[in-house]
């Protein structure tokens, strides 16, 4: 008893007790940050949970973390770090070599975008360390009852806000107006898919709290009716009513969400945390029925309100399928070294098909699918590791479930986190939320600290340095993210500024300056650091902004335009050499070097942007102009894509192209081949010039 997990922990609370809610308190501060998913709020999570989690550790010991599973867990981001080190063929990605043929200098890597996948690693190890701080926590029952209420109560917080808004008309997303998903509830989340994990992870710490000391109810055997029933009073009803209401408002909160998938995933969690808890067979009872009510309502609640939504997966199958497809191809192309950690966006334009049709014109940033993601990011090797730590994750809760009596409800409530999380990143991408991943690694570090019985557990003692291990790459993500946030909202002015541009929106040009000035005067982006994701792209809006202004000086002023067109052309060469694989940025030089008369240096930089992104929507009907004027500078194969994307233009959106191709009387030849002889197609040509004769007249 002297070395128990217990013991220890009593002795490292002397000053800490107030941990558990301070993770608590950090996951309802990220929820209420529109879950973490903004350019400050993302890696101001990461270096927050990462900081917290190097006091943690500093503070009460890692007992009983086993070695192999850390060193499995740390190989994927061990990866990472080593896709971004300088590198040569055959490892180094070729696209590299492309981008210096094109005259940008840069440093090959097998990452195609090295600031991702720092800033990726960064926040991957600020969960890993939060999960380590969780498992510090709960390698008592005390500090994991603790964490547990702390969790459930955040999450509790969040959904009552979500219940609140429903119901005052669901037009805010805390301060902002609500742009998408009027008619689901999603709290203080963007997307409501992402809610409904968070809102069914807090259903399931909810039903913990409830049914945790109903192992203590005594059996049939050892007490009569009466006395059970007033055990049942006193360990459940009395004292955990209170998390019996927020089991029911995070319930209705995933209901209300219409997300199909989350509710999928939360019904499927808490029938595998129902039938874990009730397999022994001693505590399914008063509490266990309970839970098992609960989620019986969820079903009922489903069919009366959520199922219609189902009947709509259908008419989603066939572009998630293409979407899942086109990822296939980008893991095909690479398989073992992959793409680098968090480039899954700039991957997936190199790979990108008309197969998706071009009305699917939105940022396609995530898979849909994580597990996917990962294998595309990672490659097969490190992607293995990752599937090796789930498998122990879930050999170590069975095994926990099969074992614990009094504190079973911990491996059964850890079984059924892996369970939704899992399942619903077959389909989605919530977990890469950061308020659902944080809440999904504290979860799973307490419930695996907890997951076999004291005995079991190791002695504190026995790994003093597991945790100052792991301390150290705590503080390095934590600062890092930190500087990620601060330089992100340093450069907020031009990134709103850009913003304003690509939406098509007319913005003053003293506005314009003054959010250029604001950028370049500001200390950070003079300080001679290493490029941070914030920094690539604030050289972009930066250009973007240059580039507006010299719209706006081309004629009154044309010396200060040369200047800021030059400003621009080197803006966009920096981020370029960064990451190489952005087609907005290569079709943005070529129009810098369209603008200096450089037709050759314009072609090449064009060639580029049809290789890094060929079939990027925004981006179809913006180059077509491009390709008319260059196509004699540029190779046979871009005249035949020319004629496929004119085609494809067509197809989607006809009279859009049409207005383009009386604008740019160069590419009608070029349309004509690409309709060929189809009748409809002419007709249609024809019906359009009638409109546009009828609109003058």
């Known amino acids: 008893m002297k070395n128990s997990p217990r013991t220890a922990y009593r002795t490292a609370s002397s000053g ?44 009460v010991p890692l007992g009983g973390f086993p070695f192999i599973w850390m060193a499995l867990a740390m190989a994927p981001l061990l990866w990472a770090c080593v896709q971004t080190l300088p590198m040569h063929a055959p490892w180094a990605n070729p696209l590299w070599m492309a981008a210096t043929n094109a005259g940008i200098g840069n440093t090959p890597s097998i990452s195609i975008n090295p600031p991702a996948t720092w800033d990726a690693l960064a926040r991957g190890t600020a969960l890993l360390t939060a999960l380590a701080a969780a498992w510090a926590i709960g390698s008592s029952r005390r500090g994991a009852v603790h964490m547990l209420r702390a969790l459930a109560l955040a999450g509790t917080v969040v959904c009552a806000y979500g219940l609140v808004v429903g119901m005052l008309g669901n037009t805010q997303v805390m301060t902002l107006p609500k742009a998408v998903y009027f008619d689901s509830l999603t709290a203080s989340f963007i997307n409501r898919n992402s809610f409904a994990t968070f ?12 049914v945790e000391r109903a192992g203590e109810i005594p059996s049939t055997r050892q007490a009569g009716w009466r006395q059970r029933w007033q055990a049942v009073l006193n360990l459940v009803v009395l004292p955990r009513w209170g998390y019996a209401l927020g089991a029911l408002a995070a319930l209705l909160a995933v209901v209300l969400s219409h997300s199909r998938a989350g509710l999928a995933s939360t019904l499927v969690g808490g029938i595998v945390f129902i039938i874990a808890l009730g397999g022994r067979g001693k505590l399914l009872r008063t509490g266990g029925m309970a839970a098992m009510a609960l989620t019986v309502a969820g079903l009922v609640m489903a069919g009366m309100g959520g199922g219609s939504r189902f009947a709509l997966l259908a008419g989603d199958a066939d572009v998630r399928l293409s979407l899942y497809r086109t990822v296939w191809r980008g893991i095909e192309t690479n398989l073992w070294w992959g793409t680098g950690l968090g480039t899954f966006e700039d991957a997936f334009r190199i790979v990108r098909t008309p197969e998706l049709p071009l009305t699917m014109a939105g940022r396609v940033d995530h898979a849909h699918s994580t597990w996917l993601q990962w294998l595309l990011e990672l490659g097969l090797p490190a992607f293995i590791a990752v599937v090796a730590c789930v498998a122990w994750m879930l050999w170590r809760y069975g095994r926990g479930v099969a074992l614990r009596r009094r504190g079973a409800v911990f491996p059964a409530l850890g079984l059924a986190v892996v369970v939704l999380v899992g399942k619903h990143a077959l389909v989605d991408f919530s977990l890469e939320i950061p308020a659902v991943g944080l809440m999904a690694a504290l979860l799973v570090g307490t419930t695996l600290a907890q997951s076999l019985p004291s005995r079991q557990q190791g002695a504190p003692t026995a790994s003093w340095w597991r945790g100052p291990l792991l301390i150290m790459p705590a503080l390095a993500a934590g600062g890092f993210s930190l500087l990620t946030a601060v330089q992100a909202k340093m450069f907020q002015p031009v990134t709103l500024a850009a913003h304003a541009l690509r939406q098509g929106q007319q913005v003053e040009g003293p506005t314009l300056a003054a959010a ?17 994701f914030a920094e690539q792209q604030a050289m972009h809006d930066v250009a973007i902004v240059e580039m507006g202004l ?81 196509l004699p500078y540029l190779p046979p194969e871009d005249g035949l894509l020319l004629t496929r994307t004119l085609q494809e233009a067509w197809r989607s959106q006809p009279y859009k192209t049409w207005e383009l191709v009386r604008t740019y009387p160069a590419l009608a030849s070029h349309l004509q081949a690409a309709i060929g002889n189809d009748a409809h197609a002419m007709a249609q040509w024809m019906a359009f010039g009638d409109i546009r004769d009828r609109d003058k007249e």
């Open 16 to 59: 800490v007790a107030i941990l558990p809610y301070a993770w608590g308190s950090l996951c309802l501060l990220a929820a209420l940050a529109l879950g973490g998913a903004t350019p400050v709020a993302g890696p101001g999570v990461a270096a927050a949970a990462a900081l917290l989690a190097a006091l943690t550790l500093l503070r």
């Open 199 to 210: 809102a069914g992870l807090t259903l399931l710490a909810c039903m913990a709290v409830v």
């Open 516 to 532: 250029r000035y604001a950028v370049l005067t500001s200390p950070l982006w003079q300080a001679p650091l290493p490029a941070t």
């Open 550 to 630: 010299v719209e706006r000086l081309n004629t009154s002023n044309p010396p200060a335009a040369k200047m800021l067109a030059l400003g621009a052309e080197t803006h966009v060469r920096e981020a370029l050499a960064t990451a190489p694989a952005d087609p907005y940025g290569w079709a943005r030089l070529a129009t810098l070097h369209k603008l200096f008369k450089q037709p050759q240096a314009a072609a090449t930089a064009l060639d580029m942007s049809l290789m890094t992104g060929a079939w990027e929507p925004q981006l179809v009907w913006a180059r077509l102009p491009l390709l008319a004027d260059l």
